[in-house]
């Protein structure tokens, strides 16, 4: 006799139990008993199924969390690395922009010092001028003076 139950398989039935052709969801387990024991291996086999994937589920979670932890972990590294590498640019930075104001500055002070001494040159130089001829100094300085009161005055007259 043929029958076919509810979890989809078929077969003949005798005096020695189901026998056929099994298929559907249950022909993975394999049909031993009546429709009753079938469906109860059918539902034990898909809580299984169930509960394997779910497993494998929570373990693909827990590695992915793994590897973002990890790589968050890695990703923090390479910042205090990246960190420390700007500081010590900064720092070196910092240490040529002093040791070029300081060089300037040197520079500076022998500039101002190399005009100092034109100007005392000049003065010690005039000097030495006026004392060897006191009258052309006098004739100079009171040219000088007639000549800047003309220039001053314009063209008033």
Do not use: C, Y
Not at 57 to 71: E, F, P, Q
């Amino acid at each position: 006799m043929s029958t076919t139950n509810p979890t989809g398989t078929t077969g003949t039935t005798g005096t020695a139990g189901v026998t056929g052709t099994t298929t559907g969801p249950s022909a993975s387990i394999g049909a031993t008993g009546g429709t009753s024991a079938s469906g109860e291996s059918a539902s034990r086999n898909l809580k299984d199924q169930l509960g394997e994937a779910g497993s494998h589920l929570k373990r693909a979670a827990h590695d992915a969390g793994s590897a973002v932890r990890g790589a968050a972990g890695a990703a923090g590294e390479e910042l205090k690395i990246g960190r420390a590498h700007v500081k010590a640019d900064l720092a070196d930075g910092a240490l040529a922009g002093m040791s070029a104001a300081e060089q300037a500055s040197a520079a500076a002070r022998e500039q101002a010092d190399v005009l100092m001494e034109k100007g005392r040159d000049l003065v010690d130089s005039a000097a030495a001028m006026i004392r060897e001829r006191p009258i052309a100094a006098f004739g100079t300085a009171f040219a000088t003076g007639w000549i800047i009161a003309k220039l001053a005055r314009g063209n008033n007259r």
